[in-house]
């Protein structure tokens, strides 16, 4: 359950105080006005702000001190022109001042950090399977956005309060580091797989490899991918499947970002034991509990994905894939975009069940340019929301049920205004 920081209307305050306690919340603080807000980030760090929207609780200032926090802030709104003065600062969490408690539960409750799995041998996902450990990122050739969905997806497991690792695995040159701004003058994937092939690979050894991405409250592990694509003979399908099984033991997640090509064009040649130069993708797909096949939304992005889906069900089995079609928008597909992606999947594919990621060219350009994740460089914006429903839904753990004893109300005593 989260830890809530307040400063609403005493009205509003009144009316749904209760009943957030009631669901296992804990109240750290009361505050009247934004600069309140401001002084306790730090000293009782709150998982989540729910503010009033108008200018005495919401302003551009506490937004900026909440999103390098990693603190996210919900407003609700006593008028459409609270609304307005919200969205036009960039904050799109916002619900009715009288809105039902259950609303802004389920809004509370969809980013608040589930617990560890370490050490937990039971634990089962929201599924009803195994909860997943290492996600592998594929897609068909065409750029469909592997990098980013696999770079953000680790981003918002670590922001969940995870142990990750992010792995580049590509055979044909690696484009994780260089999107988060991290040196690649060693491959740090490949120096793994060379240790794990002569059994040296331990917890010291990751660590000396491996860079760190910084960020509050959010850092996660990197192995960097290879420098040159004339260096894939390193990832042999047994050094990665022997370094990745050693990180699944050293990490809670590991996000695998993988080739595209699912060619075996090495097994035609009369030399059963030539590398091969797509092994690290088979044996990423292979290892992974959970892989995610990645698309285009427009005509020859999904022509692709769809006929590389029916190549990956001879490899993974359909319940371990989650299909994703990114840039979905009308100027591609024309009205109602997301209707037409559904129709095309089920007509061609039998897909009932798809994620699809908007266009927000805007928030991926913050992203590039800064070399950092959609949660530190745009972190309001449309597709970090998606992706991170995205986690929260498919790939944690099912938080556990809010104990029926109403817990204490840890508060911090109203501010007489001035």
């Known amino acids: 359950m989260a830890r809530l920081a307040l400063a609403l209307d005493p009205s509003v305050e009144d009316r749904i105080l209760a009943d957030l306690v009631e669901a296992g919340h804990t109240i750290v603080a009361r505050l009247v006005g934004w600069r309140d807000v401001l002084d306790c980030l730090d000293v009782l760090g709150p998982d989540v702000v729910v503010v009033g929207a108008g200018r005495t609780t919401l302003t551009p200032e506490l937004l900026a001190a909440c999103d390098e926090r990693g603190i996210r802030c919900i407003a609700l709104a006593d008028s459409d022109h609270d609304r307005a003065q919200a969205n036009r600062i960039g904050l799109h969490e916002v619900l009715d001042a009288r809105a039902a408690v259950a609303e802004l539960e389920a809004l509370v409750a969809g980013g608040v950090s589930v617990p560890s799995r370490l050490g937990e041998t039971g634990a089962r996902g929201r599924g009803g399977g195994a909860a997943p450990e290492v996600v592998a990122v594929w897609g068909p050739g065409g750029a469909p956005g592997r990098t980013t969905i696999a770079v953000n997806v680790a981003a918002e497991l670590a922001a969940s309060g995870h142990r990750v690792a992010l792995v580049d695995a590509d055979p044909y040159g690696g484009a994780v580091a260089p999107s988060l701004g991290l040196l690649d003058e060693a491959p740090g994937f490949a120096s793994a797989c060379r240790l794990a092939g002569s059994a040296a690979l331990d917890r010291a050894e990751l660590e000396r490899i491996s860079q760190r991405y910084s960020s509050p409250r959010a850092p996660f592990e990197v192995f960097t991918g290879l420098v040159g694509p004339s260096r894939w003979p390193e990832l042999s ?24 090509s699912l060619e075996r064009d090495e097994e035609l040649m009369s030399d059963q034991y030539a590398p091969r130069r797509n092994a690290a993708t088979f044996a990423a797909l292979s290892a992974a509990d959970r892989v995610l096949a990645v698309g285009l939304a427009d005509p020859v992005g999904l022509s692709r994905l769809l006929r590389g889906h029916a190549e990956l069900l001879d490899l993974v089995e359909a319940e371990r894939i989650d299909v994703v079609v990114n840039r979905v928008r009308t100027s591609a597909l024309g009205l109602d975009a997301h209707a037409q992606v559904r129709q095309t999947l089920r007509r061609f594919a039998g897909l009932d069940e798809a ?10 350009d913050a992203a590039i340019l800064t070399a950092r994740t959609l949660r530190d460089a745009a972190p309001r914006s449309p ?16 938080p556990e049920p809010a104990s029926r004893r109403r817990p204490r109300l840890a508060v911090r005593r109203r501010a007489a205004v001035a």
């Open 237 to 260: 399908h047994e050094r990665v499947a022997a370094a990745l099984e050693v990180m699944r033991g050293r990490f809670e997640y590991v996000v695998v970002d993988t080739g595209f």
């Open 355 to 364: 994620t699809l990621l908007p266009h927000d060219g805007r928030a991926t």
């Open 383 to 398: 597709l970090r929301a998606a992706l991170r429903a995205y986690v929260d839904d498919r790939l944690l753990l099912e």
